[in-house]
């Protein structure tokens, strides 16, 4: 049996600042000696990175519906086999999505940290508090308030929120961790990222005392189940990049546990697909930011030209199908001539164009994942399957196949259905 300090870290609604808390909350922790491991709610690449630079290990998604009940238990036991303190951000409100943050939390006896962002607030702080710890219920651990602008701001807000804990406070900060269109920036774009995380581990009030009394959990062992070597002895190349970074750890670890060697490249620098690769997987990303390199990326285009003509299975997610079409139309209206492997043109616009959970319906499963995207893609081709949306049934995302190309927007996450996976990288075999 596995124990620790395990929260759930949500918020109102998106925007109060839970990523920017976690990530000072873990750096503090580990000054303190902690072993720290963190979570991230729902579908999300970026917030798991800041995290992850933050805490210094992987950061996996917890996700009833996506992940599962049954892994997500694991997932948690494994992490308190190697951790003092499991950190679990939650994805926007805590209330929103179904299932929500807090049937996560519910689901497995771990307590609430609230943040609030109190800067145009005082006392109707204690009031939000109130609805968050009695709408679901759940249990509220306490609440740290950010955006504090002075210690008699501090003082307002605390006596306001009554019987629930004030675990601590932080600062306003006069910069903050810089998003775009799909979230926060990637930590490697970020100047001197390791020195802001260090500054809000040094500007985040905790009281230890009250932290301390948090109640450990106790988590049984949940062994690993046997995953069936599918593609053992394939060698899998991956795009590894600015640009293409939009990737599960737990996909990772899902193409290693079916017996797949990994190997990374990177288009951005006109590296070729290895020589040795059986199949390519091109995950999501900023392409749209690298639309001039990635256009002269000649070798490269040349190395996917020739995948792709031998029949070696290609799956080209999000990002990736947008650099495999003939074009990129990026938010300037420039077009610049890509791969080719599939006809039609994607172009950006300034508002989402797909979001939310769906599924694939395959031969061997359902396939759970989710979509985010801000492009269009036009094409004569036609759809082999769409996938389903999550909240209403609806119709989904197109997934394309030409020859061995398996091409979509949706963002599969594979240990949902191993064997649909395996299926999309050995597809020249069947």
Same mark, same amino acid.
């Given at each position: 049996? /596995? =124990? &620790?300090?395990? *929260?759930? #870290?949500? +918020? !109102?609604?998106?925007?109060?600042?839970?990523?920017?808390?976690?990530? @000072?909350?873990?750096?503090?922790?580990?000054?303190?000696?902690?072993?720290?491991?963190?979570?991230?709610?729902?579908?999300?690449?970026?917030?798991?990175?800041?995290?992850?630079?933050?805490?210094?290990?992987?950061?996996?998604?917890?996700?009833?519906?996506?992940?599962?009940?049954?892994?997500?238990?694991?997932?948690?036991?494994?992490?308190?086999?190697?951790?003092?303190?499991?950190?679990?951000?939650?994805?926007?409100?805590?209330?929103?999505?179904?299932?929500?943050?807090?049937?996560? /939390? =519910? &689901?497995?006896? *771990?307590? #609430?940290? +609230? !943040?609030?962002?109190?800067?145009?607030?005082?006392?109707?702080?204690? @009031?939000?508090?109130?609805?968050?710890?009695?709408?679901?219920?759940?249990?509220?651990?306490?609440?740290?308030?950010?955006?504090?602008?002075?210690?008699?701001?501090?003082?307002?807000?605390?006596?306001?929120?009554?019987?629930?804990?004030?675990?601590?406070?932080?600062?306003?900060?006069?910069?903050?961790?810089?998003?775009?269109?799909?979230?926060?920036?990637?930590?490697?774009?970020?100047?001197?990222?390791?020195?802001?995380?260090?500054?809000?581990?040094?500007?985040?009030?905790?009281?230890?005392? &009250?932290?301390?009394?948090?109640?450990?959990?106790?988590?049984?062992?949940?062994?690993?189940?046997?995953?069936?070597?599918?593609?053992?002895?394939?060698?899998?190349?991956?795009?590894?990049?600015?640009?293409?970074?939009?990737?599960?750890?737990?996909?990772?670890?899902?193409?290693?546990?079916?017996?797949?060697?990994?190997?990374?490249?990177?288009?951005?620098?006109?590296?070729?697909?290895?020589?040795?690769?059986?199949?390519?997987?091109?995950?999501?990303?900023?392409?749209?930011?690298?639309?001039?390199?990635?256009?002269?990326?000649?070798?490269?285009?040349?190395?996917?030209?020739?995948?792709?003509?031998?029949?070696?299975?290609?799956?080209?997610?999000?990002?990736?199908?947008?650099?495999?079409?003939?074009?990129?139309?990026?938010?300037?209206?420039?077009?610049?001539?890509?791969?080719?492997?599939?006809?039609?043109?994607?172009?950006?616009?300034?508002?989402?164009?797909?979001?939310?959970?769906?599924?694939?319906?395959?031969?061997?499963?359902?396939?759970?994942?989710?979509?985010?995207?801000?492009?269009?893609?036009?094409?004569?081709?036609?759809?082999?399957?769409?996938?389903?949306?999550?909240?209403?049934?609806?119709?989904?995302?197109?997934?394309?196949?030409?020859?061995?190309?398996?091409?979509?927007?949706?963002?599969?996450?594979?240990?949902?259905?191993?064997?649909?996976?395996?299926?999309?990288?050995?597809?020249?075999?069947?």
């Amino acid at each position: 049996m /596995a =124990r &620790a300090r395990i *929260v759930l #870290v949500s +918020a !109102v609604a998106s925007g109060q600042g839970k990523t920017t808390v976690t990530a @000072a909350l873990a750096r503090r922790l580990m000054r303190e000696g902690q072993r720290v491991r963190i979570f991230k709610t729902g579908p999300d690449f970026l917030d798991p990175m800041i995290l992850q630079r933050a805490s210094g290990a992987d950061v996996y998604a917890l996700d009833l519906w996506m992940v599962g009940l049954d892994e997500c238990r694991r997932l948690l036991a494994q992490a308190a086999e190697l951790a003092d303190v499991i950190l679990i951000e939650g994805v926007m409100g805590l209330y929103d999505g179904n299932p929500s943050s807090a049937d996560l /939390a =519910r &689901a497995f006896g *771990v307590p #609430v940290v +609230a !943040v609030l962002d109190a800067s145009k607030m005082s006392q109707t702080a204690g @009031a939000i508090v109130l609805g968050l710890q009695q709408y679901g219920p759940v249990d509220l651990a306490g609440v740290i308030v950010n955006r504090v602008a002075s210690a008699s701001h501090a003082q307002m807000v605390a006596q306001s929120v009554r019987d629930v804990q004030m675990l601590g406070t932080l600062a306003r900060q006069q910069a903050s961790l810089p998003e775009r269109h799909l979230g926060l920036v990637q930590p490697e774009e970020i100047a001197e990222v390791d020195r802001v995380l260090d500054n809000l581990a040094d500007r985040i009030e905790l009281d230890m005392d &009250a932290w301390n009394a948090i109640a450990p959990i106790d988590l049984d062992d949940v062994p690993l189940p046997s995953m069936p070597q599918l593609l053992a002895g394939k060698n899998i190349a991956i795009a590894r990049d600015a640009a293409f970074a939009f990737v599960y750890p737990a996909n990772l670890a899902c193409l290693r546990g079916a017996g797949a060697t990994l190997q990374f490249f990177s288009p951005l620098n006109d590296e070729p697909i290895p020589a040795d690769a059986d199949a390519v997987y091109v995950p999501g990303g900023y392409p749209e930011l690298h639309c001039a390199t990635l256009s002269s990326a000649h070798r490269w285009q040349a190395s996917m030209r020739a995948a792709h003509q031998a029949n070696m299975p290609i799956l080209a997610e999000c990002g990736g199908m947008m650099v495999v079409a003939e074009s990129l139309t990026d938010a300037q209206g420039t077009q610049w001539p890509m791969a080719g492997l599939i006809p039609g043109q994607v172009v950006m616009q300034s508002h989402l164009a797909g979001i939310g959970m769906q599924s694939l319906a395959t031969e061997h499963g359902e396939l759970r994942g989710h979509a985010f995207h801000y492009s269009t893609f036009a094409t004569s081709a036609e759809p082999v399957a769409q996938t389903i949306r999550q909240r209403n049934g609806e119709i989904g995302e197109a997934v394309y196949r030409q020859r061995a190309l398996t091409a979509t927007y949706f963002h599969a996450y594979f240990s949902s259905c191993p064997a649909a996976m395996a299926r999309i990288f050995s597809a020249a075999d069947a």
